[in-house]
């Protein structure tokens, strides 16, 4: 009989362990709270603002229509949003490149509503140690009433994020309407249960683990990343080695400053401790700072063992702001955004596509007059009901009828069947180039656009 020990089995996932962060306080968590109620409020509030009779920001997909207060857009105008994404893409490479990662630490949705669910935990079961506390106790009625009071929030919390989401893309005040009275269709009702159970699952559930396995950034963030990066350091000639208590003591001349009390691991979000270096579940949101810096207030110690700074100020060289990957985003950054504002000042408030009558390239009318026949799909994208007037230029005494003329209405888009005649004798090849120009006849400042086509005749 073997005396062998059975074999241990290999685990290779390792089980996951809620993070709890605790509290503090300093300049850096006060300036994030700032920014979580700023964002928070431009998200929930801005739905309920009113311009000019309708919702100031709303994404009306059925009408095919966007407005942004005094902006209409319409599904031509898609290359607005093409250059809009083009344009965050770049800012964050520009700001990453520059500082770090303070998209992730001040303005990430996912750290913004991260946050303040923590809040709410930390409401109803109090500080990390109570927390912890709480969840190894066993279940009785207090331990209850905190967890569905807890959930009861974050429910409550969740379904409002996705009501507000739906709010965007269809009338918030109908959308409320139809919701209180239980006459919301059934799409209106699965996507706000499906944006706030997307809300309840990332910020309530899921939290750090979405930022160290989920979120691509936090992988390809170090190609972005350069000695002159800014980011969150510990200052290791200064802290090491790092004692406590009775041995920190009995060698106090030999002790570094840090006195690896492990606050800086216990207000991480993320659960890292930042003295092992830079890694990549780190989203820079300073609370290592904020709490070192009062420790070291409490030691006699000057601040900044934990800091932003630059691995070429580690070095003890000059951290170069200005260098080319900066500048190169920052021009083409600049120049998106000039092209940007100039093309959206340019913006006509009416499109027009030409389609030529398929029948016959020409009639010949009363012996002498050539017929050319043109079919227009004329957009009117101005906030009024419009009539046009239409001419035609690069091609002498013509005549240009429209044929069912009529009023179009803000928003819609209008067949218009335009005849134009002109003498054979005024042709100077069987086809040539002409444009028609389509002017707006209603409102302050009338809009107009040219197009090119062709008009056609015998042969000369």
Request: hydrophobic fraction near 45%; glycine fraction near 6%.
């Amino acid at each position: 009989m073997s005396n062998k020990a059975s074999p241990q089995p290999i685990q290779f996932y390792k089980q996951h362990e809620k993070v709890y962060p605790r509290e503090t306080k300093g300049f850096f968590q006060r300036l994030r709270n700032i920014t979580l109620l700023v964002l928070l409020g431009i998200y929930y509030f801005t739905p309920w603002i009113m311009w000019n009779g309708r919702q100031a920001i709303l994404f009306d997909l059925p009408a095919r229509k966007f407005h942004i207060f005094g902006l209409t857009m319409w599904p031509q105008d898609f290359f607005f949003l093409t250059l809009l994404l083009i344009m965050a893409g770049l800012s964050l490479f520009f700001f990453t490149a520059l500082a770090g990662r303070l998209w992730c630490g001040y303005a990430c949705p996912q750290t913004v509503w991260t946050d303040a669910f923590i809040w709410m935990e930390r409401l109803v079961e109090g500080s990390r140690a109570q927390q912890m506390k709480l969840t190894k106790s066993p279940w009785t009625p207090e331990k209850i009433r905190k967890r569905v009071l807890k959930q009861v929030m974050w429910v409550s919390f969740s379904l409002w994020t996705g009501f507000t989401f739906v709010g965007y893309f269809t009338p918030i005040k109908e959308l409320a309407s139809v919701l209180w009275t239980f006459d919301a269709s059934f799409w209106q009702l699965f996507w706000v249960l499906f944006y706030g159970f997307a809300t309840y699952g990332n910020a309530g559930f899921l939290r750090e683990q979405v930022c160290q396995y989920m979120c691509p950034y936090a992988r390809f963030q170090s190609a972005m990343f350069d000695k002159d990066t800014l980011v969150i350091a510990y200052d290791e000639a200064r802290g090491e080695p790092r004692m406590k208590g009775k041995k920190r003591n009995e060698n106090a001349d030999k002790a570094g400053d840090c006195i690896d009390c492990g606050l800086c691991v216990q207000v991480c979000p993320t659960g890292i401790d930042i003295r092992n270096g830079l890694q990549y579940e780190c989203i820079a949101c300073a609370a290592c700072i904020d709490v070192c810096n009062e420790v070291m207030d409490s030691v006699g110690k000057p601040h900044n063992l934990v800091q932003y700074t630059t691995e070429a100020t580690t070095e003890g060289r000059k951290t170069k702001i200005l260098r080319l990957r900066i500048v190169i985003y920052a021009s083409l950054l600049g120049a998106l955004a000039i092209g940007f504002l100039i093309a959206l000042m340019m913006r006509s408030s009416v499109q027009m596509d030409i389609l030529r009558d398929r029948n016959a390239l020409y009639k010949v009318i009363s012996g002498n007059q050539i017929e050319n026949t043109y079919n227009l799909k004329v957009m009117n994208k101005s906030h009024v009901d419009q009539r046009y007037q239409l001419v035609i230029e690069g091609l002498p005494d013509a005549n240009v009828e429209m044929v069912n003329d009529r009023v179009v209405k803000a928003g819609e888009i209008a067949n218009i069947t335009v005849q134009v005649t002109v003498p054979k004798d005024k042709l100077v090849a069987a086809s040539q180039t002409v444009h028609l120009k389509l002017s707006e006849l209603e409102g302050d400042s009338p809009d107009s656009i040219t197009e090119e086509t062709r008009f056609f005749g015998p042969s000369q």
